[in-house]
């Protein structure tokens, strides 16, 4: 999509500090961290939320979620632990149109989130 932020970052037409990347998915640090480690994880082809994800679409989130192991080990934080956070819609807190997770850790974690 033209105009989305995260697919301009995917696309390299806007710089980001890249943790890990492969043909389906990138990794960069959150311009914003809210924790020591703060990374946000995204598929390079525009999934506008969770509410857009299919069947056929799914299967990049899967990818997505057997790589976080190794970006956790990158960052450090996979003995610590971690958090991983999708927020999608307005009530759920999505500023950015384009599907993500959010990997963060390195600090403890409260629980239930703001
Ligand atoms: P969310 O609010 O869940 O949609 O998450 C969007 C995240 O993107 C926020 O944590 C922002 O700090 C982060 N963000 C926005 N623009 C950039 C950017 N250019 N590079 C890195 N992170 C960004
Ligand atoms: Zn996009």
């Known amino acids: ?7 301009k970052i995917a696309n390299k037409e806007i710089p980001s500090n890249v943790v890990y990347e492969d043909e389906k998915i990138l990794v960069f640090h959150d311009l914003s961290p809210v924790a020591p480690q703060h990374v946000l994880i ?10 857009e ?11 997505i979620f057997t790589k976080v192991k190794e970006v956790a ?3 450090g934080i996979d003995g610590s632990g971690y958090r991983i956070v ?14 993500h997770f959010h990997l963060a850790g390195g ?8």
């Open 1 to 7: 999509m033209s105009d989305c932020i995260f697919c």
């Open 42 to 51: 995204i598929p390079k082809v525009h999934i506008e939320s969770m509410n």
């Open 53 to 63: 994800l299919t069947e056929e679409s799914a299967s990049v989130v899967a990818h």
């Open 73 to 75: 080990k990158q960052l």
């Open 86 to 99: 999708s927020n999608c819609g307005s009530e759920g807190g999505q500023t950015v149109g384009h599907l």
């Open 107 to 114: 600090r403890q974690m409260q629980w239930p989130p703001g």
